[in-house]
Nanobody, 115 residues
Framework: QVQLVESGGGLVHPGGSLRLTCAAA????????MAWYRQAPGKQRELVAD???????TYADSVKGRFTISRDNAKKTMYLQMNSLKPEDTAVYYC?????????WGKGTLVTVSS
């Protein structure tokens, strides 16, 4: 089993940067394809980026070139470096497996991009 805790969100001005962290508990983190998702107010949750166990990544078109997903299997941790943030990036960000497991959704971390 895996348990996931997101952190690193906050309030940032447009153009700013944040780094989100997903800490995993349990012994199976290293065998899962992992992903970051987000849900903006009034919208459905969407996939932001995912990463295989060996580091191959994919990104939503809306974040390509601005966000970078990475993972450290030894530390059981996944990251999302977000640069050039825009107001439309405002959302609660979640980590989960890819595809997402209904049993692993946590509280997420809120990112607010506003001047």
């Amino acid at each position: 089993q895996v348990q996931l805790v997101e952190s690193g969100g906050g309030l940032v001005h447009p153009g700013g940067s944040l780094r989100l962290t997903c800490a995993a508990a349990g012994n199976l983190f290293t065998i899962y394809r992992m992903a970051w998702y987000r849900q903006a107010p009034g919208k459905q949750r969407e996939l932001v980026a995912d990463i295989t166990t060996t580091g191959t990544t994919t990104y939503a078109d809306s974040v390509k070139g601005r966000f970078t997903i990475s993972r450290d299997n030894a530390k059981k941790t996944m990251y999302l470096q977000m640069n050039s943030l825009k107001p439309e990036d405002t959302a609660v960000y979640y980590c989960n497996t890819a595809p997402g497991s209904a049993f692993l959704w946590g509280k997420g971390t809120l990112v607010t991009v506003s001047s």
